[in-house]
Every structure is written in C-alpha cells, then in structure tokens.
C-alpha cells in the first residue's frame, strides 16, 4: 500500500543533513532535561563557566550545556549551548551515539537498546518531518481551530523521550495517518459475525440507532449489497470501523482464517473524512464533526505499548462511562466548574477463538481487532467558544514562542488571572474527584480538551478516555463519601475500575499527573518567557487548592490524611519505565505495582500551606 502521488524520494524529503542535526540537538536536549530529573544522570557543575557536564559511560566522551534548575527539580537545558567533546575533539551531536555512549547509566540492556534506538530513530524522523514544514506560528495556532492546534502540535508526551515511536508504520504510512502529517483518512469498514464479536452501548443507544447515525442510507445499502451478494445475511453481521494500517498490515494475514470462512467480510472504506489525533488510533470526523469520534485498534508500538484494543474490556466500557457521567451530572462542584467527559457511547470487540485459547490474558494477539465509539465535544460548544486540547499549552513553535503565552495576550488577563481560571477548571474538578470519591484520572495534556472563549481564556475542561483510564481507589467494602460502601456504588460491570492502591501512593495520582507530567513543564515556559515567575505560578495553584478546600469542610480529614500541602513527594519515572521494558512498560492490571520511585521531589506549593 502507497500513498496516493508520493514518490519514494519526496517521502524522505525532510531528511536532510541540516533538519536531521536539528532534531538531534533537539532531543538530546531532552533527553539531558528529563533523564537529570529522573537522575539516571548526574550533570557535574563546570567551575569555569557555570556549565554542566555529564561523561559517558567510559569516561571518555563529555556532553557540556548551560541549564537553569527549576522548581521540581526542573532542568531548562538551552539547546544551542550542547556541545560534544571526546579528549580535545569537539564532536556532532547524534542521538543514536548519546544512547550508546550513556547505555549503562541508563539501565538499557541489550535486547531493549536495539528496539529503543528504533524508536530514537523514528522519533528524530517526525522531529524532521515537523521542522520542514510551514507551521503556523504560536500567535497564528492561539487564534486557530480544534483540529488545526491537534495537528500543530510538535513534541508529543512532554516526559518520555522516545515519544514518537510508532514502529510498525512505514513512512508513506507515515504520511497518511501520523497526525502531525494531517491526511483525510477514511476507516475501513467490516463485516464481523455476531457470534463472534460482542457490541455493548450506553444507556438509550442501540446498534441500529448508532449505525443509523454513523453512516448514510447508501452506505448502509453498499455495505448490505457486499454481503448479500456473496451469500451471506446482513442480520448475522455487525458492520464496524477499523484503522487502514490494521487491515493491511495485520487483520488480512494474522486474521486470514476469519476472512477466509468469512466471519469477517472487508465491506471497503466509509465515506466520511478523519483526522488522526494525537494518540495516532483515534480519529475525529471532519466531515461531519458532530459524529462520534472513533478510536480503532492498532498494533503499532508507541511510547511503551502496543497500542491495541482489549475486545473484552470493550464490553465495559459504555457501563463505566454511563456511571461516571451519571456521578458527575449529580455533584454540585463538578456541575460548578462545567466540568465534563465525553462519553465513550458504544464499543464492539471482536473474539478470534484460536487465539484467545492460546494467549494469556493482556496479550496484544487479543487486542488486535475492537472499536469503540466516543462523543464529539463540538455539539456542547456555546457561540465564539472553540476547543483546544490540553497538550497544546506547552507547545512552542519554531522561533520558541509559547502557545499558552499567546492564550494568556489575546485574553487581555493578567497571567494569574488567566492561570486560576484554567485551573478553576482543570485542577479543581480533579481534586474533588480524588477526595470525595476516591476517583482518579489520567489528566495528562492529551487527554483533556479545553473549551476556550472567544478571548482565548479557559471556560471549561472536557476529560476524555474515560474506561481505560480511571480508577477508584477504595478496596472492596470500604466507605466511600458520606460512609456509603463503594460496592454498592459501582455496578456489577464497573467494578473492573476498582484499584486497590496503596495509602502512600493514592496521591501520586495528582502530585505526578498533574504537578510534575504537566505544571512542572506550563511553569518552566511561561517562567522562561517571561510571563508569569514560577512563584507566582505555583502560588495560584496553592490558591487554587486552599480555595477548593475552604469550599468544602466536611472533607477536612481527607485533605489532613492526604496532605497536597507536604513538603515533599515521592518521583515516580516515567522514562524509567520505557527503558527497562519499551514493550509493555506497564501492567495495566497493576500500574501502582510498577512504579519506579526514586527519591523525593520538594513540594512547589508547600511553603503557601494555609
């Protein structure tokens, strides 16, 4: 499969020598940045210019760099002061050497470093590809819509440094479905006999209904026609999307028997346009952007995971969203911050039989084929609103100029004010989740949208990915608010959410989450810019936790036993993670039980304790 009017040579135009030094310099930057927080290195202090350095792992090759150390122990690595020595030879900067060079302290041991190399590589090939291009600037992508600021985005995950692995996509697939190249995709559509899938959905939406919504008449009838005319009965049948690089590349061969004996049956492509998004497997109808968006199975690794979907926790995943989006509608913070999820409304997964009875539970053989169906926030927006997702307010554009700092001019707000009102929306519906129902998100910047004014001020967040991503932390029969049993709580097909946690790591939740993946990189920009002094940022985030505890006494004991305010907190490494395992860093059946904490963090909020 190639993609349509691209030559082999235009498809490796952004590898050049200049763009390619570029990138290099660019992500071992990072790479200096994140692994001296993680201290996995060490940087030495130079006497002579107030420089840092960090050795290799033999001694001989030296990396020199100027940084300023911020709150979190924060390293703001200035790109353009890295430079190389080896004895008195100063050396180009090549990512794939740095990783050799420093393979020891960074833990990677042989059967990992070839694959995390190949994920560097790929990584510093997207870096390229976003350097050659026209981007808009900060300024022009603050003034732009929803679907323009998910594509402009430049780095991905602001932690991980191999962030862009995506190995398993060729570059013309590259090009058709990275969501930085922006390409109308249009799903592919099967046939899977009902025997042989499971389709679940929320409260008032059936199969017919969604199906109904999702396609027109004439489609319906092209896909109907493709299975009468082989023989086969349409009823025996659900009709489901799936990503184009998972029928080429896997369902056609891995799935081959199912194609063959046609209980799965290729009814061809669908007629709407979609943008990939930024977690690659999702895809949001620019056709018709009141039409759900679509997340798809796909084996392609990416950042630690093969990023595929589990058929059989597919089943639950309307019931969890129902009950959460029931829970939140009913509290009265939650409705006063506006806050909201869009619901995931309906999920099918299909059962290969041979490999389900050969595999052991969370083994990518059973996630290669399931779909699911999650609400647009465009029907929610109020006129002049628009949307934006979180991520983007730690983009910087190619002059390193801030899309947060752009919001923050165009809103006409002092800094603060705009900050508080972004946190008003963001982190207080976070906190109250946490201490009053022992809920937790994965609020990380590409799983919450903001819905922006007109001025560019925050009014209210949207958290998306619900099912695969919270956790309510009370053991089975504990109290939950007002001594009301969580059993009796969640329902029978929600209690898969449940997670035991332990009491010193429940507030890791918030404090790695939020403070350290995502505030410790917005204040370390709008500090760097100029903007809004990091005291001045950490203390309207203390403000903002003081008011919301102010606002709710009857949780005193909640917010004593779980202290936001402590001195210090444990690190947990996210870097470290991928590094000992770029396979499956994590066993989603136990995330807490793979933490890597090393050490403590000093509490930026701790010395505005009320």
Same mark, same amino acid.
């Given at each position: 499969?190639?993609?349509?009017?691209?030559?082999?040579?235009?498809?490796?135009?952004?590898?050049?020598?200049?763009?390619?030094?570029?990138?290099?310099?660019?992500?071992?930057?990072?790479?200096?940045?994140?692994?001296?927080?993680?201290?996995?290195?060490?940087?030495?202090?130079?006497?002579?210019?107030?420089?840092?350095?960090?050795? +290799?792992?033999?001694? /001989? %090759?030296? &990396?020199?760099? !100027? *940084?300023? #150390?911020?709150?979190?122990?924060?390293?703001?690595?200035?790109?353009?002061?890295?430079?190389?020595?080896?004895?008195?030879?100063?050396?180009?900067?090549?990512?794939?050497?740095?990783?050799?060079?420093?393979?020891?302290?960074?833990?990677?041991?042989?059967?990992?470093?070839?694959?995390?190399?190949?994920?560097?590589? +790929?990584?510093?090939? /997207? %870096?390229? &590809?976003?350097? !050659? *291009?026209? #981007?808009?600037?900060?300024?022009?992508?603050?003034?732009?819509?929803?679907?323009?600021?998910?594509?402009?985005?430049?780095?991905?995950?602001?932690?991980?440094?191999?962030?862009?692995?995506?190995?398993?996509?060729?570059?013309?697939?590259?090009?058709?479905?990275?969501?930085?190249?922006?390409?109308?995709?249009?799903?592919?559509?099967?046939?899977?006999?009902?025997?042989?899938?499971?389709?679940?959905?929320?409260?008032?939406?059936?199969?017919?209904?969604?199906?109904?919504?999702?396609?027109?008449?004439?489609?319906?009838?092209?896909?109907?026609?493709?299975?009468?005319?082989?023989?086969?009965?349409?009823?025996?049948?659900?009709?489901?999307?799936?990503?184009?690089?998972?029928?080429?590349?896997?369902?056609?061969?891995?799935?081959?028997?199912?194609?063959?004996?046609?209980?799965?049956?290729?009814?061809?492509?669908?007629?709407?346009?979609?943008?990939?998004?930024?977690?690659?497997?999702?895809?949001?109808?620019?056709?018709?952007?009141?039409?759900?968006?679509?997340?798809?199975?796909?084996?392609?690794?990416?950042?630690?995971?093969?990023?595929?979907?589990?058929?059989?926790?597919?089943?639950?995943?309307?019931?969890?969203?129902?009950?959460?989006?029931?829970?939140?509608?009913?509290?009265?913070?939650?409705?006063?911050?506006?806050?909201?999820?869009?619901?995931?409304?309906?999920?099918?997964?299909?059962?290969?039989?041979?490999?389900?009875?050969?595999?052991?539970?969370?083994?990518?053989?059973?996630?290669?084929?399931?779909?699911?169906?999650?609400?647009?926030?465009?029907?929610?927006?109020?006129?002049?609103?628009?949307?934006?997702?979180?991520?983007?307010?730690?983009?910087?554009?190619?002059?390193?100029?801030?899309?947060?700092?752009?919001?923050?001019?165009?809103?006409?707000?002092?800094?603060?004010?705009?900050?508080?009102?972004?946190?008003?929306?963001?982190?207080?519906?976070?906190?109250?989740?946490?201490?009053?129902?022992?809920?937790?998100?994965?609020?990380?910047?590409?799983?919450?949208?903001?819905?922006?004014?007109?001025?560019?001020?925050?009014?209210?967040?949207?958290?998306?990915?619900?099912?695969?991503?919270?956790?309510?932390?009370?053991?089975?029969?504990?109290?939950?608010?007002?001594?009301?049993?969580?059993?009796?709580?969640?329902?029978?097909?929600?209690?898969?959410?449940?997670?035991?946690?332990?009491?010193?790591?429940?507030?890791?939740?918030?404090?790695?989450?939020?403070?350290?993946?995502?505030?410790?990189?917005?204040?370390?920009?709008?500090?760097?810019?100029?903007?809004?002094?990091?005291?001045?940022?950490?203390?309207?985030?203390?403000?903002?936790?003081?008011?919301?505890?102010?606002?709710?006494?009857?949780?005193?004991?909640?917010?004593?036993?779980?202290?936001?305010?402590?001195?210090?907190?444990?690190?947990?490494?996210?870097?470290?993670?991928?590094?000992?395992?770029?396979?499956?860093?994590?066993?989603?059946?136990?995330?807490?039980?793979?933490?890597?904490?090393?050490?403590?963090?000093?509490?930026?909020?701790?010395?505005?304790?009320?």
């Amino acid at each position: 499969m190639t993609t349509p009017g691209l030559a082999a040579q235009d498809a490796v135009a952004h590898l050049t020598p200049g763009l390619w030094a570029e990138a290099n310099r660019l992500l071992i930057r990072k790479a200096l940045a994140e692994f001296a927080h993680e201290r996995l290195l060490t940087p030495k202090r130079l006497p002579q210019d107030g420089h840092y350095a960090v050795r +290799s792992d033999d001694g /001989g %090759t030296e &990396y020199r760099f !100027a *940084a300023r #150390r911020q709150a979190l122990d924060h390293w703001q690595v200035d790109p353009d002061s890295i430079t190389r020595h080896r004895g008195h030879d100063e050396l180009p900067l090549d990512a794939l050497e740095f990783f050799i060079e420093l393979r020891n302290f960074l833990g990677l041991g042989p059967s990992i470093l070839p694959v995390y190399l190949e994920e560097i590589s +790929s990584t510093l090939s /997207g %870096t390229a &590809y976003k350097l !050659a *291009a026209d #981007r808009p600037s900060a300024a022009e992508l603050a003034q732009s819509g929803f679907q323009a600021v998910e594509t402009g985005m430049t780095e991905g995950h602001p932690c991980f440094v191999a962030n862009n692995g995506r190995l398993g996509f060729g570059i013309h697939e590259y090009h058709a479905y990275a969501p930085e190249a922006a390409a109308p995709v249009r799903l592919l559509w099967l046939a899977a006999r009902r025997d042989h899938a499971t389709f679940t959905a929320g409260t008032g939406l059936d199969y017919d209904t969604l199906i109904r919504d999702e396609l027109d008449e004439a489609t319906v009838k092209r896909f109907t026609t493709t299975l009468t005319d082989l023989g086969l009965t349409p009823s025996d049948y659900y009709f489901f999307p799936t990503h184009p690089w998972q029928w080429w590349n896997k369902l056609s061969v891995t799935f081959a028997a199912e194609v063959a004996q046609q209980r799965l049956v290729c009814l061809g492509p669908g007629d709407d346009d979609h943008l990939a998004q930024q977690s690659i497997r999702t895809f949001f109808n620019t056709t018709a952007p009141a039409k759900h968006y679509v997340k798809t199975a796909l084996s392609v690794l990416n950042m630690g995971f093969m990023r595929g979907l589990s058929a059989s926790y597919m089943e639950a995943t309307p019931a969890i969203n129902d009950w959460l989006a029931g829970l939140i509608a009913a509290d009265d913070t939650f409705r006063a911050a506006r806050f909201s999820i869009i619901r995931e409304r309906a999920a099918i997964g299909y059962h290969h039989r041979q490999y389900e009875a050969a595999t052991a539970k969370g083994s990518p053989y059973l996630k290669m084929l399931a779909a699911l169906w999650r609400e647009s926030p465009v029907p929610t927006l109020e006129p002049g609103q628009r949307l934006a997702t979180m991520a983007s307010l730690l983009h910087t554009d190619r002059d390193g100029d801030s899309f947060a700092a752009a919001l923050i001019e165009a809103s006409g707000l002092e800094p603060t004010a705009w900050l508080r009102r972004y946190l008003d929306a963001y982190l207080t519906p976070v906190l109250h989740a946490f201490y009053a129902y022992d809920l937790v998100f994965m609020p990380h910047g590409e799983n919450v949208i903001l819905v922006l004014d007109e001025d560019g001020a925050v009014d209210r967040a949207i958290f998306k990915d619900i099912a695969e991503e919270i956790a309510v932390m009370v053991p089975q029969g504990l109290k939950g608010q007002g001594g009301a049993p969580f059993a009796a709580v969640l329902p029978p097909a929600v209690e898969r959410i449940r997670a035991d946690v332990p009491e010193d790591k429940k507030l890791l939740s918030v404090f790695t989450d939020v403070f350290d993946c995502f505030f410790r990189f917005l204040s370390g920009t709008l500090a760097d810019r100029g903007i809004l002094t990091e005291e001045s940022f950490w203390r309207t985030v203390a403000d903002c936790v003081t008011a919301y505890q102010a606002a709710h006494p009857h949780l005193a004991a909640k917010f004593t036993a779980y202290d936001l305010f402590t001195e210090e907190f444990a690190l947990s490494c996210l870097n470290r993670l991928q590094l000992r395992n770029n396979q499956e860093m994590v066993d989603l059946q136990d995330p807490a039980g793979a933490l890597q904490l090393i050490g403590t963090l000093r509490n930026p909020i701790a010395p505005y304790a009320p």
